[in-house]
């Protein structure tokens, strides 16, 4: 346990490497993936890397276990007075409780080791006035006793099944913090699964683990002492050192009273020697020590497996919206080609056209039937979009409606099928003026009618329009356009004409996906941390 900074550096870029992991997508090993993740970052700032920075700081013993275990009990009782507030509200409160010598009341007034609670110091409690509770929640009240031999901090954490998830979270937290590991049951619920659960997690860690069966009726002790011993031994667990204390009147009525000091005298006198003696200190401390750091080579992997999961999960999602929008963008060329925007309104302006139908009626209609047809192509892959994501268990984190759909969408695409309408008509008055131009500039005069039969801009744009999105029943169109442009203009004026068309089918379409990829890009699921996870361990490895 000697100082060893190229360590403490691995240790601390490993951490960031895991702070930095995210995992949005309620994929199904997400939650414990999550929790994962929250115990290293507990143990790595609250106990491995301040432990490995000072090897001489005290000892912290937390106290864990189920409500009304008797842990706050049991910790004013090796303290010798009381200094948590113990009974029927204690499950309703989330504030830990430490006691140390004051000699060691240095170590724990900074934020060495729990930096996420802020410290506090209230009056002393004494028989008539119990401990009160700090007003900042996120809080550690920090007690001194010279009872406590130095070298040794108890810490009295919430119960680990309360109904307060807050309450759970922080109990879990600070067992991560600890340097022995004190589990506290009862007789009646010795088998209960939120202990054994703390066990297992103690043995996968290797901590330093000793547990107390409390409140155990005199009439039946020999009982389930042996029953307790015989599932210890079961779960691998049968050298762990195990206390018993009686059922007695202290520790009922609340649970306001002390007990005997031969109640508790045995595990005083444990931990004890585990502070006093440096053979013994050095064995807990090590043995906690190395444990969570040889778990970080199983650990670390099934985090970055589930990055990795993320990652995969949130490129199926995204590759649908993807794939959805591409498939409706070849099929909008399709029907452009064959002249689908022809239809209903346009078609029967088209047919009055110029007779009964004026170049911008025909244009209006024409620019809506276009608008139509891609709001059709958005819904289209909207729908395939939410088939898709129907059997993805992780698109429950995303909207279940497209973001900005709706009326918000037709309302996009008329603008964007609107502004194609504008610049078409910039083209077709740009056109008219460079066939209007005096001979000499910039070349010959192309070949046209006289002056007097000059053609109207927006004639050009509407036989333009037809010509582009009519198809085969727009071919007049283009004829006509040759008749009053020249052929040569006519053709280059449908090249720009049609790349206008590409270009607005491109921008609603790609500008409507983005809309539906911007939940998921928000989320920020990059396979970057998997590798770093994966990199940060294999340098880890080689300074342990």
Not at 117 to 140: C, F, G, I, K, S
């Amino acid at each position: 346990m000697d100082e060893r900074p190229q360590l403490i550096d691995a240790l601390s870029a490993l951490r960031d490497r895991v702070a930095a992991v995210r995992l949005p997508l309620p994929l199904p090993g997400a939650p414990r993936a999550r929790q994962t993740r929250a115990e290293l970052l507990a143990q790595l700032d609250d106990y491995l890397v301040p432990r490995l920075k000072d090897p001489d700081a005290p000892l912290l013993a937390v106290v864990g276990g189920s409500t009304g275990a008797g842990k706050s009990t049991l910790v004013n009782s090796l303290v010798g007075r009381r200094v948590s507030e113990a009974g029927v509200l204690r499950p309703t409160t989330r504030t830990p409780v430490l006691v140390c010598h004051p000699e060691d009341h240095h170590w724990f007034a900074g934020m060495r080791v729990l930096p996420q609670l802020t410290r506090v110091w209230l009056p002393q409690a004494d028989e008539d006035h119990p401990p009160e509770e700090p007003p900042d929640e996120n809080a550690l009240r920090v007690e001194t006793a010279s009872s406590l031999p130095r070298g040794l901090a108890l810490l009295d954490a919430p119960d680990i099944d309360s109904l307060v998830v807050e309450n759970r979270l922080l109990a879990a937290e600070l067992m991560c913090a600890a340097d022995i590991w004190v589990m506290v049951t009862t007789a009646s619920r010795y088998a209960d699964a939120v202990p054994w659960h703390l066990l297992r997690t103690a043995k996968e860690y290797d901590a330093t683990l000793v547990t107390v069966l409390d409140r155990v009726p005199h009439q039946v002790i020999g009982e389930v002492s042996r029953q307790y011993e015989a599932l210890l031994d079961k779960a691998g667990l049968g050298e762990v050192p195990r206390f018993t204390i009686p059922e007695l009147p202290e520790s009922t009525g609340g649970g306001r009273g002390l007990l005997p000091e031969s109640a508790v005298a045995p595990l005083r006198a444990w931990l004890a020697h585990r502070a006093e003696d440096p053979a013994a200190r050095q064995q807990a401390v090590t043995r906690t020590a190395t444990g969570v750091i040889d778990s970080l080579d199983t650990r670390l992997p099934e985090l970055a497996g589930a990055v990795a999961a993320q990652y995969a999960a949130a490129v199926r999602l995204g590759g649908a919206v993807e794939a959805a929008y591409r498939e409706q963008g070849e099929r909008v060329r399709r029907e452009l080609a064959r002249g689908a925007v022809l239809a209903g309104d346009a078609r029967t302006r088209w047919r009055a056209y110029p007779r009964d139908s004026t170049a911008e009626e025909l244009l209006d209609a024409l620019t809506e039937s276009l608008a139509a047809l891609l709001h059709c192509a958005v819904s289209a892959a909207d729908e395939r979009v939410r088939e898709a994501h129907r059997r993805e268990p992780a698109a429950a984190q995303l909207p279940s409606e497209a973001p900005g759909g709706g009326r918000e969408a037709v309302e996009r695409i008329g603008l964007e099928a609107r502004r194609w309408r504008r610049i078409l008509e910039e083209l077709a008055e740009d056109e008219v003026r460079e066939v209007d131009r005096p001979t000499g500039a910039r070349g010959p005069r192309p070949v046209r009618a006289s002056r007097a039969a000059l053609p109207d801009a927006e004639t050009v744009a509407a036989l333009l329009a037809a010509s582009l999105l009519g198809g085969r029943r727009a071919r007049p169109a283009g004829e006509r356009l040759a008749e009053l442009l020249g052929a040569r203009t006519a053709l280059s004026l449908r090249d720009k004409g049609g790349d206008l068309v590409v270009s607005c089918v491109d921008r609603v379409l790609h500008a409507e996906r983005d809309l539906r990829l911007a939940p998921l890009d928000a989320l920020d699921v990059t396979p970057e941390p998997q590798a770093e996870l994966i990199a940060a361990l294999s340098v880890l490895q080689k300074e342990k």
